[in-house]
């Protein structure tokens, strides 16, 4: 059974309203607007939006699923070996990349284990080795695992719209990082892709370390 325009439509509002309600959330207007006005819940924010983030995951996904149609695309035979291997590697590549981040900054346990209240996540510019090839790999390795499955109609709908939000997302991303860490990060955009390797376009191990050593902000 083919998946209908209203269930098409629904599902497309679903994912568009969690898009619009992280992207406010994850905003820095806001949070500066939360740590001023309450600024005994601000230790707390990255705590709760993660958890937050993950509740409204929920329901977008809960309809792809129950949604399931007739596949449009399966990979078989030699290609199933190579897309789960793709999808297993992009999972091997998240659980290593973890080693370079603060995963307890991440987290939001270090902000409200120390008090930190401020909008800025604590902490300067930080360059692992996947970033000296894409600036956001862990959005490049979700969209490996995520193309790598089989496809039917709601599927597809929601590879497509968790595709253009991490685009997009990660161009919101970027005004915070800006933000952040001034030129350091303006001269590693420059230089590096935001999404897909491209020869030619990397940092050094060096120039890495020398832009995370940069000042804050220039």
Not at 153 to 161: I, K
Not at 188 to 200: D, Q, S, T
Request: overall charge positive.
């Amino acid at each position: 059974m083919t998946l209908s325009t209203d269930r098409i439509l629904a599902l497309l509002l679903c994912w568009l309203a969690y898009a619009a309600l992280h992207s406010l959330l994850a905003s820095l207007w806001f949070k500066r607007w939360l740590a001023a006005c309450w600024p005994r819940l601000a230790p707390g924010y990255r705590l709760a939006f993660n958890a937050l983030a993950l509740v409204l995951l929920v329901p977008p996904l809960w309809l792809t699923f129950a949604w399931r149609g007739p596949l449009l695309w399966s990979w078989e035979g030699g290609w199933a070996w190579l897309a789960d291997g793709l999808a297993l590697a992009a999972v091997a590549g998240f659980v290593w990349s973890t080693r370079y981040y603060d995963m307890a900054v991440f987290a939001g346990s270090r902000q409200w284990r120390t008090r930190h209240g401020a909008a800025e996540d604590p902490g300067g510019l930080s360059l692992s080795p996947l970033h000296r090839h894409v600036r956001h790999p862990w959005y490049s390795l979700a969209l490996v695992i995520l193309w790598t499955r089989d496809m039917d109609e709601a599927r597809l709908v929601s590879a497509l719209c968790i595709t253009l939000y991490l685009w997009l997302g990660s161009l919101l991303e970027e005004r915070k990082l800006l933000a952040f860490h001034g030129e350091a990060y303006a001269r590693c955009r420059a230089r590096v892709p935001g999404l897909i390797p491209w020869p030619g376009r990397s940092l050094s191990a060096d120039e890495a370390r020398a832009l995370c050593a940069r000042p804050r902000q220039d």
